[in-house]
């Protein structure tokens, strides 16, 4: 038994050093490939370069195309009347619209079965390890973002020069507690078929409260008979206004009402079902659905092909619409430039918002993210950030992390060669939760319509708007401009006006696109660090299993059972741990 444990403990050394050697694949190739280009042909190189990134090149290709034919067409297309704008517009983003369909078509299967055979395929100390290990990043680096955002937009100001709009569309009504309240209710669907298309949502209706004035309003009379107006008078519905003089007739008198002000308190009125797809119930369900399959053993083994089977046919799927997608999100991004009015003023009026926001996004992105990443892996995060290229163009052209989901597994996995156990488990999780670029935006925002408005905060507001904008962006829908919707939380919470938002929804658009990016960012690499973390574990999860096959097809002529093989696991488990702590090295 010793030496089978010293031969497995080996294999495992192995497998770790096979691991690493892959794990660190990526830059070894960069740096060897730019090397040989110094001394070699250019252009052989710079062939082999987009030959062996061909979906990149064209991804951006078709993203900076569609941008440039955007903005060239702008003027020509608001001087058309409608319908022929309308007809442009949407003739233009039509390919754009098929994408995201497609994209949209892969959400659910691949979020549901991702999670289900990735948990499946961990024990229970494994995950929970894995899942901790993710959390306390994605918590962290949301607090950073929004921390970021609020020193930002309190050093720049962007909102001191600005003016509020006389007219806004009205906003909906929200209320801090309920909206929380539905996070958590949302992660425990009643209806399982439902929330694979809608999710709860609380209705909020005003009521009157407290009396807080009196108003005297005028009542034009001429138009009532003097018996008519005797009866207003006696119901006290109107009252005669001082200085009439008794003579004058009571029609051409001066009368006023009483106008009462209370205030207007929201309430909840019950749950209303929003159109959007229940992604953290769906989340949750599969987690506890790949939990037990996983604990089943062999009862669950025909389950597991069939979800197995069925995410690798998605997964080829994704590969035939990522060769459509620098077509897709040319033509989105292609029509959304074309059909912004006043584009050149939009963006002047609101360039210090813009640059605030985006300064935001680039110091985390380029600066947070990567100074993490390189503290817990020690590598180079700028050549693992290239490799997620695909990744982050597809995120600003369909605006929705969740539609960007397919992109990002294929990048880690494919790329990055990242653990798919942790990818199925990771990914799905964090696009759901993980949101830095919403949690900066929005404290950059509540604090920008303060500046305009010329309210003061606290420092308790500020602290109030930090907890409130991480909270809410948790809760935000990986979908585009749920970011708008989850605001109305913070600005609520320190009384702010929500009608102000219509002051950022004119860029909101674009601003969207480029926080998605961050999120997606994030999430790529959560998904490394969390497997440098986690590859010890992942080692021994490996061992765990092969030896249980094992004994599974030495004894399978002994009359013992799987149940047998499962009550040895644990006696088998210390004897290994006893045994690596003097044979078996940490992983580099």
């Given at each position: 038994?010793?030496?089978k444990?010293?031969n ?37 190189w ?7 990134n ?10 900076l ?14 001087k ?34 991702s ?42 100001r ?19 507690l309920d ?33 807080l004035?009196e ?8 138009r ?43 309430i ?6 929003t ?25 669950a ?21 990522m ?26 009026g ?26 817990f ?7 693992y ?12 052209g ?8 397919p992109?990002?597994?294929r ?26 670029g ?21 420092f ?12 809410a ?8 401009h749920?970011?708008l ?73 002994n009359?013992r ?7 040895d ?6 004897e ?13």
């Amino acid at each position: 038994m010793e030496n089978k444990l010293l031969n497995k403990d080996n294999n495992g050394l192995s497998n770790g050093n096979n691991y690493n050697n892959k794990k660190q694949s990526y830059s070894s190739d960069y740096f060897r490939n730019k090397n040989q280009s110094g001394d070699g042909d250019i252009w052989n190189w710079i062939k082999n370069f987009i030959k062996k990134n061909l979906l990149v090149v064209l991804i951006v290709t078709g993203a900076l195309i569609g941008l440039i034919i955007g903005l060239s067409i702008n003027d020509a297309v608001q001087k058309l009347s409608q319908p022929a704008r309308y007809n442009v517009i949407i003739t233009i983003g039509f390919p754009g619209e098929l994408l995201l369909r497609m994209l949209k078509m892969l959400i659910l299967p691949l979020i549901t079965f991702s999670l289900i055979t990735g948990l499946a395929g961990l024990n229970g100390k494994v995950s929970g390890k894995i899942g901790a290990r993710a959390i306390a990043y994605y918590m962290t680096t949301t607090c950073i973002a929004a921390i970021i955002g609020l020193i930002l937009v309190s050093a720049i100001r962007p909102g001191s020069a600005m003016v509020p709009p006389k007219d806004s569309e009205p906003q909906k009504d929200v209320r801090p507690l309920d909206s929380f309240m539905d996070i958590v209710r949302n992660m425990f669907p009643s209806n399982i078929v439902k929330a694979c298309v809608q999710q709860d949502k609380t209705k909020i209706k005003f009521i009157n409260g407290t009396l807080l004035s009196e108003d005297k309003v005028s009542f034009d009379v001429t138009r009532f008979s003097e018996a008519a107006i005797t009866d207003m008078v006696n119901k006290k519905e109107i009252f005669e206004s001082q200085g009439n003089s008794p003579s004058t007739p009571l029609n051409k008198r001066s009368f006023y009402k009483k106008v009462k002000n209370y205030s207007k308190p929201k309430i909840g009125d019950g749950l209303e079902q929003t159109g959007n797809a229940n992604f953290l119930g769906l989340i949750v369900f599969a987690m506890a659905v790949g939990k037990i399959a996983g604990s089943m053993g062999k009862e669950a083994e025909m389950f597991l092909a069939f979800i197995t089977t069925f995410n690798a046919i998605v997964t080829r799927l994704i590969v035939l619409v990522m060769w459509y997608s620098p077509i897709g999100i040319g033509s989105l991004i292609m029509a959304r430039f074309a059909e912004m009015e006043n584009i050149h003023e939009t963006f002047a009026g609101l360039a210090l918002f813009i640059v605030t926001v985006i300064l935001g996004i680039g110091i985390h992105g380029l600066i947070v993210l990567p100074a993490i990443f390189f503290f817990f892996t020690r590598t180079n995060p700028y050549v693992y950030l290239s490799r997620v290229g695909p990744a982050m163009a597809t995120a600003f052209g369909t605006d929705s992390s969740a539609a960007t989901l397919p992109t990002t597994f294929r990048c880690l996995e494919e790329n990055l060669k990242i653990d798919k156990r942790i990818t199925r488990f990771i990914l799905p999780v964090g696009t759901t939760i993980n949101m830095d670029g919403t949690a900066l935006y929005e404290a950059v925002s509540a604090i920008f319509i303060a500046q305009s408005v010329g309210q003061s905060l606290s420092f308790g507001d500020y602290i109030a708007i930090s907890f409130t904008s991480i909270l809410a962006s948790v809760g935000a829908a990986a979908i585009p401009h749920a970011g708008l919707v989850t605001m109305l939380i913070v600005l609520d919470t320190v009384g702010l006006p929500t009608d102000m938002i219509a002051i950022i929804f004119s860029v909101d658009w674009f601003l969207d696109r480029v926080r998605t990016m961050i999120n997606v960012l994030g999430d790529a690499y959560g998904a490394g660090i969390v497997q440098h973390l986690s590859k010890d574990d992942l080692a021994k999860a490996d061992l765990i299993e092969k030896a249980k096959l094992d004994r599974e097809a030495e004894e399978q002529g002994n009359g013992r059972t799987l149940k047998d093989d499962e009550e040895d696991e644990v006696s088998f488990e210390d004897e290994m741990n006893s045994s690596k702590s003097s044979q078996v090295t940490t992983y580099c």
